[in-house]
């Protein structure tokens, strides 16, 4: 049963990756006994499942995601939320408050107006309709302070890590909180400016480099020394 | 009556110096404007083109949304100073018909059905036109697609062949296509032998069609590895240089 | 308003019947619809005529003026072609500027016309430079059941047929009218033969029902001497290459029996 890459080869939308008895996993797709890729990414081979570790991608919506959000318009139920994503979201007033609340729009706007950011999570999303998002839950709501990173959405696992490995040390490297949105977007928030900016420089770097290996490693050394350079 | 032009000479060597089945030079750049969610720029011979796409997302005006797929929107245009004779910045009947036969090309290469009630809108702009723009804006455009990480069956390659002082030519430069007998300009898909735009004007044989027309396949197929090149030449670079920096430890 | 939209049970009932070799209207897979021509209904214009194929209905106008040249060819008369979707002829079509669908129709039979140098558009030129015949081929689409380009183009040969051109003398540099018409002389005869795929087998002049579930087209004009003269895949699909040299020969051959449908003489 023929494969046609080895493990983590860099690979283009038409590639064929393997013949024969495989299963067709992330951004790959079947004809017949053929596996190809469909997106421009990392291939992996899992026993006979087949997948593409997309390089770049834009953020579809999933139940239960975690992500932050612009508000963009204000209306009589709630708010429309720019979540980065080809679909535009909602987040209606019931899912702002947890008491029963009488929707009147110069309220709205006072909790929450245009160009605030918030952390939201995902409480639907299916193909008839844009999905909606709730901020009912502790730790979601308005983001007052700190800073916003915009990364692909491709490569938010990586920046979380294995088991949240490489986030972990992030955290503790720079003495910052972090929160990473599915969507794309990373909030940051740390004791001082100096501390948000390494910070933010690390998450790029990982962006930029995902796609290698000895990255944790390389990452660490490079906070470790934006540090010593003050 | 004027002096016609000869096109080849005695050697089947052609007005550029390229012999009958050689291409133009080629040069791809991918992702190359930070405000797209794709982009790609090419140049082939003296076309310069660059191709950009916005989406998938919400359709405006909504009424155009399908239910069931994302819609594809492309426009083909031409810079007023990309061709010898300035050209009106007012849309051309050749640019609506280019748009539509470049959109129908790459339409089967995307996944359109995984993004309902989205748009991806995909904007080809001639910078600089030397016969083939078409051909080349297929080429380009496939890769601002690809860098936007829309799902693809397939890249989409393109090339033109035709007739040009009785011999078959791949890739005719401007002065080719205007005094050529005949151009046909082909889009393909390698990996599924699939044929998504096919035009031809001018006169030829069934026998010299086939011919231009399997020519036209073969110069896709070599422009088809300088694409998957291109786009993964942004990382394997990256991942180069992080190797040599471990290795110099 | 009714849409033309077709039912999900139409289409596959299509797809099936093609598939075992059969349409739904009772046609070969090869075979075209009636076909009537009428031409010379509209004294007003220099030519006319009038497509019937099936239901689809397209009436061609040829209006010959005097005009100027392009720079870049200055022996040479004007060829312009258009083509407009007049809304009676369909729910779908609407009032307004012409749509892609529209203008490549228009350009796909030019170029047919064109590339076949069917009219010598050097005998068009009058005063070199300044003065020439402009002809302007306008196709009128007034019932759309499908396969518009095939009887756009078969209307646009059959009124250039019967195309007259007034007579003129040069007096001081001026063009004067002379009383008295002259045929428009032909040199060569187009036809476009358009085939849609459908589940990979090929039909010809697919109609409206068809052309809603067809995976794309292919239009391929021939000139009298069994030459290409233009080709056009259209359709949000794809075609393999082994089809299209498929099509290219089944076309050849319905070309020839649409042109003697024009042109009774050899």
């Known amino acids: ?230 | 009556m004027a002096e016609k032009i000869k096109l080849i000479d005695e050697n089947g060597i052609r007005t550029d110096g390229r012999k009958p089945d050689e291409l133009r030079p080629i040069k791809l750049e991918v992702g190359v404007l930070s405000n797209a969610d794709g982009s790609a720029y090419i140049e082939q011979g003296k076309n310069k083109i660059l191709a950009a796409v916005y989406g998938p997302k919400e359709v405006h005006p909504r009424h155009l949304a399908l239910p069931d797929r994302a819609i594809l929107r492309c426009r083909y245009h031409m810079a007023p100073f990309s061709v010898q004779e300035r050209k009106s910045p007012a849309p051309s009947r050749r640019e609506t018909e280019l748009s539509k036969v470049i959109r129908e090309a790459l339409e089967p290469a995307i996944f359109l059905e995984r993004f309902p009630r989205t748009s991806i809108d995909l904007f080809i702009e001639v910078l600089q036109a030397d016969g083939g723009t078409r051909a080349a804006g297929v080429t380009v455009a496939s890769l601002a697609l690809a860098d936007a990480g829309l799902p693809m069956r397939d890249l989409v390659v393109a090339c033109a062949a035709g007739k040009v002082d009785g011999y078959i030519v791949l890739d005719l430069n401007d002065i080719e296509d205007k005094e050529g007998m005949a151009d046909v300009p082909v889009a393909y898909m390698p990996s599924i032998d699939a044929v998504g735009l096919l035009q031809m004007d001018g006169q030829l044989t069934p026998e010299e069609f086939e011919e231009a027309f399997n020519l036209a396949l073969e110069g896709c197929r070599r422009i088809y590895e300088l694409q998957k090149q291109s786009l993964k030449a942004k990382y394997l670079a990256i991942k180069e240089s992080v190797e040599e920096a471990v290795e110099e430890k | 308003m009714t849409s033309t939209m077709i039912s999900r049970i139409r289409q596959s009932q299509i797809a099936q019947l093609i598939a075992s070799g059969k349409r739904l209207d009772g046609r070969e897979l090869t075979e075209y619809r009636p076909i009537q021509i009428e031409t010379g209904i509209i004294e007003k214009a220099e030519g006319s005529a009038r497509v019937r194929l099936g239901k689809t209905e397209v009436m061609v106008g040829i209006k010959i003026e005097l005009g100027e040249p392009f720079s870049d060819r200055p022996n040479e008369g004007v060829l312009t072609t258009n083509a407009e979707f007049v809304p009676l002829a369909s729910p779908e079509f609407e009032a307004g500027p012409p749509g892609e669908d529209s203008v490549e129709l228009a350009r796909v039979v030019d170029r047919g016309i064109r590339e076949s140098k069917a009219i010598d558009l050097e005998k068009l030129c009058i005063i070199p430079g300044k003065k020439v015949f402009v002809i302007f081929i306008d196709i009128y689409v007034l019932n759309h059941d499908g396969n518009l380009i095939d009887a756009s183009a078969l209307a646009a040969l059959a009124a250039l047929t019967n195309t007259k051109i007034f007579k003129y003398e040069v007096k001081d540099g001026n063009v004067e009218i002379k009383p008295g018409f002259e045929e428009l002389p032909l040199m060569n005869f187009p036809v476009a033969v358009t085939l849609a795929d459908i589940d990979g087998k090929l039909v010809v002049d697919p109609w409206l029902d068809e052309e809603e579930v067809m995976n794309a087209r292919l239009t391929i004009s021939f000139d009298k001497d069994g030459k290409i003269c233009a080709m056009q895949k259209g359709g949000s699909g794809t075609l393999s290459p082994k089809q299209i040299i498929k099509a290219v020969k089944l076309a050849k051959e319905k070309s020839e029996e649409l042109r003697s449908l024009v042109v009774k003489k050899a």
């Open chain 1, 1 to 230: 049963m023929p494969v046609f890459f080895e493990n983590r080869d860099i690979v283009t939308p038409g590639d064929l990756l393997a013949e024969g008895n495989f299963e067709a996993g992330r951004n790959t797709y079947r004809v017949d006994s053929k596996i190809y890729a469909c997106k421009l990414g990392l291939v992996e081979y899992k026993g006979r499942i087949v997948n593409v570790v997309a390089l770049n991608t834009f953020y579809i919506p999933s139940v239960g995601d975690l992500v932050i959000g612009k508000i963009v318009e204000v209306n009589l139920h709630g708010w429309n939320v720019d979540i980065n994503s080809p679909y535009l979201a909602t987040l209606r007033a019931s899912e702002a408050f947890n008491k029963p609340y009488k929707p009147q729009k110069n309220e709205l706007s006072e909790i929450l107006d245009i160009g605030d950011l918030v952390q939201a999570k995902i409480i639907a999303f299916d193909r008839t309709r844009n999905p909606l998002l709730t901020i009912r839950e502790p730790g979601l709501g308005k983001i007052t302070h700190g800073q916003i990173v915009k990364v692909s959405p491709a490569k938010i696992p990586r920046i979380i890590g294995r088991k949240g490995s490489m986030i972990s040390i992030l955290k503790k490297e720079t003495h910052c909180n972090i929160t990473v949105g599915q969507n794309g977007l990373i909030h940051i928030s740390g004791r001082n400016a100096e501390d948000e900016r390494i910070a933010v420089l690390a998450i790029k770097k990982i962006e930029l480099e995902a796609h290698t290996s000895g990255l944790t490693d390389r990452v660490t050394e490079m906070i470790i020394k934006e540090r010593g350079v003050k």
